[in-house]
Nanobody
Framework: QLRLVESGGGLVQPGDSLTLSCAVSGFTLNYYAIGWFRQAPGKDREEVSC????????YVADSVKGRFTSSRDNAKSMGTLQMNNVKPEDTGVYYC???????????????????WGQGTQVTVSS
């Protein structure tokens, strides 16, 4: 059974940095896209970043471009979202998802169709 567990969330101040981790178990991560999504109170879940299993390409939402980066370590079955210079609008529950990445399938779509973690709360406030 696939299992994803996010960690690293918390309360931080604007301008701080935060690292979220996604520990994966139950499958070999090599062939899976890893997506990061977030949901703010009263808003729909949105895409944040996705990293391909095919060529390691990384996709980042415009709202976080230049501040957030995602990475993966297949050997450790781990995905990471590095969040720098966080803003109050980055507040929300952050989820990781992992899905098999077929040829021609967009990264976010592959991740969405896979398995999800329970989420970790990130609150940015002064």
């Amino acid at each position: 059974q696939l299992r994803l567990v996010e960690s690293g969330g918390g309360l931080v101040q604007p301008g701080d940095s935060l690292t979220l981790s996604c520990a994966v178990s139950g499958f070999t991560l090599n062939y899976y896209a890893i997506g990061w999504f977030r949901q703010a109170p009263g808003k729909d879940r949105e895409e944040v970043s996705c990293i391909s299993s095919i060529d390691g390409s990384t996709y980042v939402a415009d709202s976080v471009k230049g501040r957030f980066t995602s990475s993966r370590d297949n050997a450790k079955s781990m995905g990471t979202l590095q969040m720098n210079n966080v803003k109050p609008e980055d507040t929300g529950v952050y989820y990781c998802a992992a899905g098999l990445m077929g040829e021609g399938v967009p990264c976010y779509r592959a991740a969405r169709a896979g398995d999800w973690g329970q989420g970790t709360q990130v609150t940015v406030s002064s």
